[in-house]
């Protein structure tokens, strides 16, 4: 209770009410669609296979079955991915060239075209509008939600930014389960209201849009980007509740240069440690997280529960929890990590055999319910924010926005993979196709646990700085490299 009431009085200190404004309308256009997309054609998947299949059959003469059918599905939904990696590769420059909140607006552009062609798809009776209107829309979510975040990140006060990196991954988590409540066949998971379904994710985008045009534009890219002293002053003051922002102002007037992605690679130390925040990406996908996201639905009717819409709901709830409790919670990060890991190889085991013996009794469907629920609360206290943490922990100032460019790369890359292929695998293989899915976490402990639990400084609660929680791999270098890695990391200290 004592912990709860620091934080209440922390954010009555720091958070001013136009900031608050800034961060709920952020991540309402940016993280809240992003997350609507992912879990949009999770319950409704038999209404959009049913309209694929017709479509195809009707322009070619021939209908879709089989593997054929499945892959075609599970491209429908990857598609999307793709659109998203896309924008990721793009956001950087789209930021700094027209401004973080200039930038968000734009993105509502590709939003609504997503919307028109995904809109009349039934009408035209055509799935590749379907699939091109996802493929657009990934182009404009994944545009709103990198920079979206990175506006996020630029208005935060500096002592709850690691508190905001998680509530941006909460307004996903609530997306996913609003798409999800929509998609119950009593609401929008018909197939005369699907297109109603999918068209809605750019309602959020079109509040948000209006509602930055009374936001201002970050400090940091006024200063930096538009070299306008007296624009970043006035911003930081409207975005604290500090009449001094001399503070706030210093760090941005020694922010140090952007490393490119030549120089940290050849970086010998860097190198090492961006291969690592790669394979961390690589297996916090590879995990199979993103089934629960997407499939889950299959999965839960594949156990034979009744009512498997309410299943997945249950699950997606369970993650709004436990993403909203590891906002306050005084952890240490690299506890929760080891206790996460073990909490998703457990769950993961129970899943395959329940799918497997459902057959023999159907009566043991809980079996798989507990499973999943289990597994996302191992991954929403392990893997969430990972990425945005770990990278903090691992990279100055400087190399770190490459550093989790190359990982946020990966984590779509893999992530695409996931959606492709995970049908056609379950029809298949069966059940046992997440045994790939449990080889990738047991990988992760043997190859990582013992840095995260040994070599990972612990980043303690809410109040904790992620910018100076700077931790190179010391360990792993010569002592050349490491007085010049020092250097490296004081002139970034005293930068900040």
């Known amino acids: 209770m004592k912990h709860f009431k620091e934080l209440r009085n922390l954010y009555r200190e720091k958070v001013s009410g136009h900031f608050a ?16 997309n992912i879990g949009v054609l999770n319950l409704p998947q038999d209404i959009v296979k049913r309209f694929i299949g017709n479509s195809f059959e009707v322009k070619h003469g021939y209908p ?16 999307y991915l793709l659109g998203g990696l896309i924008a990721h590769c793009v956001s950087d420059l789209m930021a700094d060239r027209f401004g973080r909140k200039r930038a968000m607006q734009l993105s509502i552009i590709p939003v609504f075209i997503s919307a028109v062609l995904m809109g009349f798809c039934q009408m035209a009776n055509s799935f590749a509008m379907l699939i091109f209107g996802r493929f657009v829309a990934g182009l404009g979510c994944g545009l709103s939600n990198a920079i979206g975040l990175r506006y996020l990140i630029e208005i935060t006060p500096h002592a709850i930014r690691s508190n905001v990196l998680i509530f941006h991954q909460l307004a996903s988590t609530c997306g996913i389960v609003v798409s999800q409540i929509l998609g119950l066949a009593r609401i929008l998971g018909t197939e005369s209201r699907l297109t109603l379904l999918l068209v809605l994710m750019a309602l959020p985008c079109i509040v948000s849009c209006l509602a930055l045009c009374w936001c201002t534009e970050t400090p940091r890219h006024l200063l930096n980007n538009r070299e306008t002293e007296d624009a970043a002053i006035a911003a930081l003051k409207i975005l604290r509740k500090e009449k ?6 210093g760090r941005l007037r020694s922010n140090v240069q952007r490393w490119s992605s ?19 990406a690589l297996c916090q996908q590879m995990s199979g997280i993103n089934i629960l996201f997407y499939y889950s639905y299959s999965v839960i009717v594949y156990s034979g529960m009744p009512a498997a819409q309410y299943g997945v709901l249950a699950i997606g709830f369970f993650n709004i929890l436990v993403t909203g409790y590891s906002m306050t919670t005084k952890w240490e990060k690299r506890n929760i990590f080891i206790v996460g890991l073990i909490t998703m190889v457990i769950s993961g085991i129970l899943n395959i055999v329940g799918l497997n013996i459902v057959g023999v009794n159907p009566d043991v469907f ?10 996302d609360i191992g991954f929403a206290v392990e893997f969430g924010a ?18 989790t460019f190359w990982a946020e790369l990966v984590s779509w890359v893999a992530n695409f993979c996931v959606a492709l292929f995970f049908p056609s695998l379950l029809l298949t293989v069966g059940p046992n196709c997440m045994i790939i899915f449990l080889v990738f976490i047991i990988i992760f402990i043997l190859g990582f646990g013992y840095f995260f639990r040994f070599k990972l400084p612990p980043v303690v609660g809410t109040n904790k700085n992620l910018e100076e929680q700077e931790f190179p791999l010391k360990e792993q270098i010569n002592d050349s490299e490491t007085e010049e890695l020092d250097g490296i990391r004081n002139s970034n200290q005293n930068a900040m």
């Open 21 to 36: 404004f800034a961060a709920i309308f952020c991540v309402l256009g940016s993280a809240f669609p992003h997350g609507y």
């Open 64 to 79: 879709l079955s089989g593997v054929s059918l499945e892959l075609c599905w599970g491209f429908t939904v990857a598609i």
């Open 244 to 249: 001094d922002v001399s503070e706030d102002l």
């Open 262 to 280: 030549k120089e940290l690679w050849d970086d010998v130390t860097l190198r090492r440690s961006v291969i690592l925040i790669c394979c961390l």
């Open 366 to 375: 809980y079996c798989t319910i507990i499973a999943l629920v289990l597994f």
């Open 386 to 403: 990972v990425l945005q943490v770990i990278g903090a922990v691992l990279f100055a100032q400087g190399p770190r926005s490459p550093a």
